[in-house]
């Protein structure tokens, strides 16, 4: 079965999957841009449920991801990764935000979800440069969906045209 990748532009709080990507912080309690949108059009379920998550292991790592309920969205689950802030490429920023990617599609498979949608991490306040980001992001996806797994759809949600036409570009140039 062939996964099928997308690109729409859009809010990703509006978006119909079984799991959405929440860019969130180390702390998982909100905060600005796409993570505080999710917590506030999901609801005061999604940040207890990341309070007791921290509560457990003491916040999420950059380059790792968790899950909780999706809350009021219309998803089962929201995936919380928390990418890279970009210091001049410096800091293995690249191999982080690779990595943010690649575990919440492992997280996704290991909960049985089949469509999943992601946001553009760390392009935002993290300053990550947009065209570096949206490499990273579709090759790793693609690169996951060698093996095997659950996935039938996964979606880029951008906020902002720049981006929307950076990943159409990328998804139109390499056939998925």
């Not at 990418?83 to 690249?94: A, L």
């Amino acid at each position: 079965m062939q996964t099928h990748l997308e690109v729409m532009k859009g809010d990703i709080t509006k978006v119909k999957a079984d799991a959405i990507v929440n860019a969130a912080n180390t702390s998982l309690l909100g905060g600005g841009g796409v993570d505080g949108a999710i917590h506030k059009a999901g609801g005061p379920q999604i940040l207890e449920a990341c309070r007791e998550i921290r509560n457990r292991q003491g916040g999420c790592k950059v380059g790792e991801a968790v899950i909780t309920t999706a809350g009021n969205l219309d998803a089962k689950f929201v995936i919380h990764t928390v990418g890279p802030v970009w210091n001049g490429g410096k800091s293995d920023e690249e191999t982080l935000l690779a990595n943010a990617y690649r575990n919440s599609l492992r997280l996704a498979q290991e909960n049985g979800v089949t469509t999943i949608a992601f946001p553009n991490i760390s392009t935002g306040i993290y300053r990550f440069p947009k065209d570096k980001a949206a490499e990273i992001a579709v090759a790793t996806v693609r690169e996951f969906l060698q093996e095997p797994g659950t996935l039938e759809r996964v979606t880029f949600v951008c906020f902002d045209e720049e981006n929307y036409q950076r990943y159409a570009d990328l998804l139109k140039n390499a056939s998925s």
